[in-house]
């Protein structure tokens, strides 16, 4: 059983910033590409970030200079900084995982329940 737990969120004022944290935890043989993804009401899932186990990064373009990703020394951890925050940045930010349980097992994705971000103007 894989489980990634979400911190760090909650309300901040436009221009702020937060740090957003994830660790799996479980039966994990390898962990992958890990990432961020958000939800704003009445919208669809979007990436935010990815990042791959050698640390090699990918931001959605309108979030390039604000947000960055980055991993742990652990390998199953991963943050997001974001600075300069904006009402539109308001939404449910969910940790993405993508995690082998065994040596000779498939490579899975597995979610975390999200953490709130709410940004004031």
């Known amino acids: 059983q894989v489980q990634l737990v979400e911190s760090g969120g909650g309300l901040v004022q436009a221009g702020g910033s937060l740090r957003l944290s994830c660790a799996a935890s479980?039966?994990?043989?390898?962990?992958?590409?890990m990432g961020w993804y958000r939800q704003a009401p009445g919208r669809q899932r979007e990436l935010v970030a990815t990042?791959?186990?050698?640390?090699?990064?990918n931001y959605a373009d309108s979030l390039k200079g604000r947000f960055t990703i980055s991993r742990g020394n652990a390998k199953n951890t991963v943050y997001l900084q974001m600075n300069s925050l904006t009402p539109e940045d308001t939404a449910v930010y969910y940790c993405?995982?993508?995690?082998?349980?065994?040596?000779?097992?498939?490579?899975?994705?597995?979610w975390g329940q999200g953490t709130q971000v709410t940004v004031s103007s």
């Open positions: 993405n995982a993508n995690i082998r349980t065994n040596l000779y097992g498939n490579n899975e994705d597995y």
């Open positions: 479980g039966y994990i043989f390898s962990t992958f590409v």
């Open positions: 990042i791959t186990s050698d640390g090699i990064t």
